[in-house]
């Protein structure tokens, strides 16, 4: 009798696992006018457009036109903090002209904790080759590949954070996708919410930023 109760009968779980799928095959931009919008659902998600999106080949979704950071050919995403800037500052791809990329690349040179990655074995050889480097053409392939280690999910122990204007190191720091801001691990960055029986969002020692909610709701999940 318990089996007959609480068994759910096939074919209803069929149907929800298709209506699943096709929830998530829905969730694609439809956008007449190029993506130029912030309401494009694909930017709004720090993503670019694919095939399967209804814009088509008047796509103006920065995040379709990275290589102009990261080198032609280049299938690395940017870090969260990253596309977070990248959305700040700019809105379709051609205003990412307006970054100014040496400037940048310079700006990451001087940060405060720079000296920290002078004992990466990947920066210690691209600085090799870039001391010696003439060509301004080759100059700028380098420093889309400092970018790449940087910048992009190719990075490893270290990502520039542009909400601190310095250094990040992984598994330490982290871009909050709630926050928005990146944060130390031990830090109260945001609110927890519920997902699946885990509390997300929510781990830490000090007081939560300005923006989230109260620290004490916290703890009526326990």
Same mark, same amino acid.
């Given at each position: 009798?318990?089996?007959?109760?609480?068994?759910?009968?096939?074919?209803?779980?069929?149907?929800?696992?298709?209506?699943?799928?096709? *929830?998530?095959?829905?969730?694609?931009?439809?956008?007449?006018?190029?993506?130029?919008?912030?309401?494009?659902?694909?930017?709004?998600?720090?993503?670019?457009?694919?095939?399967? %999106?209804?814009?088509?080949?008047? %796509?103006?979704?920065?995040?379709? +036109? @990275?290589?102009?950071?990261?080198?032609?050919?280049?299938?690395?995403?940017?870090? &969260? %903090?990253?596309?977070?800037?990248?959305?700040?500052?700019?809105?379709? &791809?051609?205003?990412?002209?307006?970054?100014?990329? =040496?400037?940048?690349?310079?700006?990451?040179?001087?940060?405060?904790?720079?000296?920290?990655?002078?004992?990466? =074995?990947?920066?210690?050889?691209?600085?090799?080759?870039?001391?010696? $480097?003439?060509?301004?053409?080759?100059?700028?392939? +380098?420093?889309?590949?400092?970018?790449?280690? @940087?910048?992009?999910?190719?990075?490893?122990?270290?990502?520039?954070?542009?909400?601190?204007?310095?250094? &990040?190191?992984?598994?330490?720091?982290?871009? %909050?996708? $709630?926050?928005?801001?990146?944060?130390?691990?031990?830090?109260? +960055?945001?609110?927890?919410? @519920?997902?699946?029986?885990?509390?997300?969002? &929510?781990?830490?020692?000090?007081?939560?930023?300005?923006?989230?909610?109260? *620290?004490?709701?916290?703890?009526?999940?326990?």
């Amino acid at each position: 009798m318990f089996n007959d109760e609480y068994s759910p009968p096939k074919s209803k779980s069929k149907k929800n696992s298709s209506s699943t799928k096709t *929830k998530k095959v829905q969730k694609k931009c439809n956008c007449r006018s190029g993506c130029s919008k912030r309401s494009c659902y694909c930017f709004k998600s720090n993503g670019g457009c694919d095939s399967t %999106c209804g814009c088509g080949s008047s %796509c103006q979704n920065l995040f379709n +036109h @990275l290589n102009y950071f990261f080198g032609d050919n280049q299938n690395c995403k940017p870090t &969260a %903090c990253f596309s977070d800037w990248l959305v700040k500052k700019v809105q379709t &791809a051609d205003q990412l002209q307006k970054i100014n990329r =040496e400037e940048l690349h310079k700006k990451i040179m001087q940060c405060g904790r720079f000296s920290e990655y002078d004992e990466d =074995e990947d920066y210690k050889k691209w600085l090799q080759k870039w001391k010696r $480097i003439e060509d301004e053409r080759e100059k700028l392939g +380098h420093i889309q590949k400092f970018f790449r280690m @940087l910048l992009s999910d190719e990075s490893t122990m270290r990502y520039y954070s542009f909400c601190n204007e310095d250094l &990040a190191e992984e598994g330490c720091d982290w871009h %909050c996708s $709630i926050c928005k801001t990146c944060r130390d691990w031990r830090e109260w +960055h945001c609110d927890g919410y @519920l997902k699946e029986g885990f509390v997300l969002g &929510a781990y830490g020692t000090t007081f939560p930023c300005p923006r989230c909610e109260r *620290k004490e709701r916290m703890f009526s999940f326990w």
